[in-house]
């Protein structure tokens, strides 16, 4: 009877450490489904889908990162100058390529400095990568002031579309998350990049030992992420109908507790694309819920932290059982 109640115990510590994230996600969507009004129905589940989607696009590149055993702290004030770029861009000549090729090459520079700074010289991430943001906040306020940069009237409809537009009655930015999420768990999961990404997050060392080019992978890992953090960052400014040098800062908190949920969320330790949607979506969710629910906003941003120190202690802890089991 004991041998039972152990084979039980130790069943249920596996499914709650790979599931467990995932039922606490449900569970808080069913409570905001019956205590804040409106908040199931198909116009809000729209609208938090659209406004988790740049969350989740910045999130993906983020996963590149952590799975290399990586870290960037330049997400947020990195995405102000990117916005800039794009709507000075823009104002001048009015053609959403040429906005869009700026954004994407201040994206890849910042990503290739953080990958230099970090995989090539070997510096620490956090140090090299909240210089860099740091860098950019300077930047932005040199060439902005600190004012915001609006769209002309007759701005090219591309431009709009991108955060604003709709295929039939799905928002296009849901769209294009979709396509992306699809996209990353395809190269993290069957690609021979992303094995060896995430070979390199889980020993460097042995990865150097069995003939990867760990240095040259991690760059790339940075460089992706500034990709993805210039896609989200236009996807923003066309949302906003304008340049704004400080949009875009709230990406850093958001984007580690959506990676963060990711690596707890099926018990392996490692983020997966598919989980960082699934934690994009919840962070997004509670922040839909409790302002449905008139919860002060600061509140908010104490639900967020507690869902992060939470989800990791909680893995952190029935990966001990598990061990001891």
Known sequence: MIKGDKI????????????????????????????????????NQLMLLRQMSMLTVVALGFTFVMAAGGFDMSLGNAAGLINITFGAILIATNNFMLSLIGALTVGVLLGLTNGLLVAIIGLPDFIATFAVGTITVGLKMLITKGNPMSFPQDVSKAALFVGQGKIGSIPFPVILMLILVVLVAFVLEKTRLGRRIYAIGGNKVASQYGGINVKKYRLYTFIFSGVFLAIASVMLTSRLGSAQPLAGED???????????????????????????????????????LTMLNIEYYFQYITKGLVVILSVLTSVYLGGKLKKS
């Open 251 to 289: 990406f850093m908190l958001d984007t580690i507790a959506a990676v963060f949920l990711s690596t707890t969320m099926f018990g392996e330790g490692e983020p997966k694309a598919i989980g960082t949607f699934i934690g994009a979506f919840i962070i997004c969710m509670l922040t839909n819920g």
């Open 8 to 43: 039980q115990s130790r069943d249920w510590l596996h499914f709650s450490k790979k599931y467990g994230t995932a039922l606490f996600g449900l569970v808080v969507f069913v409570f905001f489904s019956v205590f804040a009004n409106n908040f199931f129905t198909i116009n």
